[in-house]
């Protein structure tokens, strides 16, 4: 039981480049989220999942696309990449519900764009 | 805007002492107040959580301390140790709400001096 795997672990992107985060959970949990972390402001969602099929935007959306084709696999893409993009990029899942709170992080992605 | 306010940003505690970080939040509406902690290079994973019909949850040497009418909440770390060195993130979020999304704080960084 591997939990929230992510890939890649770091990556270097040149302004202007695009890539696709990967992540990836074995819990079969239906909701998905997307943050990035940077110093003195917390985690902030950038867009979620509620199940296969469904996205929506989270508090700073612009500049990334998702998409969730699997339930198990949620993506997080830059078209076009730029520095204020450079930060920590945390994936987690949970089961909705109450009782079933806790989300699961994974271990992270660290990007700098150049 | 921040809707939940987290301080302080970094703590300077002694082996044995107490570390206690603060939160305040806005919505009333806020119904479940959890805390996660994050070791460097890892993924933030939950520590305690509280809900509002209770003061205080104790687990170990972490408790909570909820006071609804003032809108706060606060971490509190018994025999603090070097071990507990870590980022500490307080969070919060509403019932019922779609995708049961997470409001975090800026986030305190911990250092306990043995």
């Known amino acids: 039981n591997a939990g929230v795997t992510q890939t890649p672990k770091f990556r270097v992107l040149k302004t202007g480049q695009s890539m696709t985060l990967l992540c990836a959970q074995d819990?079969?949990?239906?909701?998905m989220y997307w943050y990035r972390q940077d110093p003195g402001m917390g985690l902030r969602l950038i867009h979620y999942?509620?199940?296969?099929?469904?996205?929506a935007k989270g508090e700073v959306p612009d500049g990334y696309n998702v998409s969730r084709l699997k339930k198990q696999n949620f993506l997080l893409g830059l078209e076009s990449a730029a520095p204020s993009q450079t930060s920590v990029y945390f994936c987690?899942?949970?089961?909705?519900?109450?009782?079933?709170?806790?989300?699961?992080f994974g271990p992270g992605t660290r990007l700098t764009v150049l | 805007q921040q809707q939940v306010k987290q301080s302080p940003q970094s703590l300077i505690v002694q082996k044995g002492g107490i570390s206690i970080i603060n939160c305040a939040y806005e919505?009333?509406?806020?119904?479940?107040f959890p805390w996660y902690q994050q070791f460097p290079g890892k993924g933030p994973a939950l520590l305690i959580a509280?809900?509002?019909?209770?003061s205080e949850k104790k687990e170990g040497r972490f408790t909570i301390s909820f006071n609804k009418s003032a809108k706060q909440f606060s971490l509190h770390i018994m025999d603090s140790q070097p071990g507990d060195s870590a980022t500490y993130f307080c969070a919060a979020s509403r019932p019922m709400e779609y995708g049961n999304k997470l409001v975090f704080g800026a986030g305190t960084i911990l250092r306990v001096k043995s």
């Open positions: 919505n009333t509406a806020f119904d479940y």
């Open positions: 509280i809900r509002p019909d209770v």
């Open positions: 999942s509620v199940g296969e099929g469904t996205t």
């Open positions: 987690a899942s949970r089961q909705p519900g109450r009782g079933t709170d806790t989300q699961y």
């Open positions: 819990m079969n949990h239906e909701y």
